[in-house]
């Protein structure tokens, strides 16, 4: 069983950073491709920034692009986000997850991604 466990989470002014990790444990974690998504009270969930298993290829939503960096260690199994020049509507619940490795469409669907972690907070204070 696949678990993902997110942390880096807090409270930042704006302009500031944060850092989210997400630990995967099992032995696979090298061979998925792994998503950011990200849920703000009262809207539905939002893709964040995508990476492919090796860290080849990098996808971002037009509002973080430029601002949010996503990496992994597959040696680590850990998956990060680092976040720059944060702003208040970056306030939410932020979760990573694991890409169906036989889901073909686009990485920003959340219906390509099969394990969820639990979600950390990020609030951003103006």
């Known amino acids: 069983q696949v678990q993902l466990v997110e942390s880096g989470g807090g409270l930042v002014q704006a302009g500031g950073s944060l850092r989210l990790s997400c630990a995967a444990s099992g032995r696979t974690f090298s061979s998925y491709a792994m998503g950011w998504f990200r849920q703000a009270p009262g809207k539905e969930r939002e893709f964040v920034a995508a990476i492919t298993w090796n860290g080849g290829n990098t996808y971002y939503a037009d509002s973080v692009r430029g601002r949010f960096t996503i990496s992994r260690d597959n040696a680590k199994n850990t998956v990060y986000l680092q976040m720059n020049s944060l702003k208040p509507e970056d306030t939410a619940v932020y979760y990573c997850?694991?890409?169906?490795?036989?889901?073909?469409?686009?990485?920003?669907?959340?219906?390509?991604?099969?394990?969820w972690g639990q979600g950390t907070q990020v609030s951003v204070s103006s």
């Open positions: 997850a694991r890409r169906n490795a036989y889901y073909s469409g686009t990485y920003s669907a959340d219906n390509a991604y099969e394990y």
